[in-house]
C-alpha cells in the first residue's frame, strides 16, 4: 500500500511512515525523510494516513493543515525517487549495508540540490552510486580457499550443533556491513543449514541455544554410528577375504562371522532409527519456534 507523504509529495510505502522503536507503534502524517529535514508533524495532515492509522488501531501523529510543500521537482524527477527508495526498501542486500539514517540522508541531500538526482529506470547501483552510496552484490561470494580455510578452522564441524559439517556460513546474514571476514564466517552441517535458512537467524540462535544437551546427544549418535559403521565395513571385508581364503562360501565359521555381522547390522539400525527420531524432534522444535515468533509478531503487519 503507498500513500503521499503531504510535506515532499512522494508516493511511498506505509514503513516510511511508521516510528519505529516505540512503545506504541506510530504512524505520522509526514514519511520519515521529512521527519529527518526536521519537520514537524503538527505542520502537515495526511487523512490517508490517519484513517489507515485507524484501522489498524495504530496511534496517529499528525496535524490538521496541509503544509507547505518542502519539495519543488518535476514529476520525472519525483518519480526517479519514488523509484530509488522502493529499490531500496526491496533490496535485502542494500537494508543490509546501508543504514536507513544514512540512506535517508543522501536522498535528503539529493533533493536538496547537494547531490545529483537519480535518473529515472537507471541501474540501482548507478543511482546510488550519483548519491556516493555504495553496495556490493557479491557479498555472499566467499572464495573457494576462504571456505578451505574456515573448514580446517572450525576442524570440519558445524558450530551450531557440533556434528560434522562443511557449509561455510555467515553468521551474521551478511550484517550491516563488509562482512566478509573471517571472524563471521563459521562452519555448519547440513542439517542446521536448512533448518537455518528457513528461519530468522536470532531467533535460530536464540532457540538453539536451548538444546545443548540434545546437540551434545546429536554428536553421540553421529560418532557411534559412524564408528559401528566403519567397523560394520571392516567385517564385511574380513568375510569376503576368509570366503576367499577357504574356497568356500559354507563354513561354520562363516556363519558364524555372519551371526555377529547380523547383530552388528541390527545394532546399527536401531541407533540410526533413534538418532533419526531426535533430529526429527529437533526439527519441529525449530519449526514450531518459528511459527510462534511469527504469531507473536503478528500485530506487525505494515
Ligand atoms: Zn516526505
Ligand atoms: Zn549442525
Redesign the pocket.
Known amino acids: 500500500m503507498k500513500f503521499k507523504?503531504p510535506?515532499?509529495g512522494?508516493r511511498m510505502n506505509a514503513l516510511h511512515f511508521k516510528q519505529a522503536g516505540l512503545v506504541n507503534d506510530q504512524l505520522t502524517s509526514?514519511?520519515d525523510?521529512?521527519l529527518e529535514r526536521g519537520l514537524s508533524v503538527d505542520d502537515y495532515g495526511n487523512t490517508a494516513i490517519e484513517v489507515f492509522a485507524g484501522s489498524l488501531l495504530y496511534q496517529f501523529a499528525g496535524g490538521k493543515e496541509d503544509g507547505k510543500r518542502v519539495l519543488k521537482v518535476s514529476r520525472e524527477t519525483t518519480r526517479a525517487f519514488e523509484g530509488l527508495l522502493q529499490d531500496y526498501d526491496g533490496s535485502r542486500l542494500a537494508r543490509q549495508q546501508i543504514d536507513r539514517t544514512a540512506f535517508n540522508k543522501a536522498v535528503i541531500d539529493s533533493e536538496d540540490g547537494k547531490l545529483p538526482v537519480p535518473e529515472m529506470g537507471a541501474d540501482f547501483a548507478d543511482n546510488l552510486a550519483k548519491l556516493g552510496l555504495k553496495i556490493n552484490f557479491q557479498l555472499n561470494d566467499v572464495d573457494f580457499v576462504d571456505r578451505e580455510r574456515i573448514r580446517t578452522k572450525y576442524n570440519y564441524r558445524c558450530q551450531y550443533c557440533g556434528r560434522r559439517g562443511h557449509s561455510v556460513d555467515h553468521m551474521h546474514p551478511v550484517s550491516l556491513s563488509h562482512d566478509n571476514d573471517l571472524e563471521n564466517l563459521t562452519l555448519a552441517c547440513s542439517e542446521c543449514n536448512r533448518i537455518k535458512s528457513n528461519m530468522p537467524y536470532y531467533l535460530f540462535i536464540r532457540l538453539n541455544r536451548r538444546l545443548g544437551q540434545v546437540n551434545d546427544q546429536l554428536v553421540r549418535y553421529e560418532d557411534s554410528l559412524e564408528t559401528l559403521k566403519g567397523e560394520f565395513k571392516r567385517r564385511r571385508k574380513q568375510l569376503t577375504a576368509e570366503v576367499r581364503r577357504s574356497q568356500t562360501y559354507r563354513s561354520p565359521k562363516l556363519t558364524e562371522m555372519r551371526q555377529h555381522n547380523k547383530q552388528l547390522q541390527d545394532a546399527i539400525d536401531s541407533l540410526q532409527s533413534d538418532y533419526d527420531h531426535v533430529r526429527a524432534l529437533r526439527k519441529s522444535y525449530f519449526e514450531t519456534g518459528w511459527k510462534l515468533d511469527q504469531i507473536s509478531h503478528r500485530t506487525d503487519i505494515i
Open positions: 507523504c510535506a515532499c512522494l509526514i514519511c525523510l521529512c
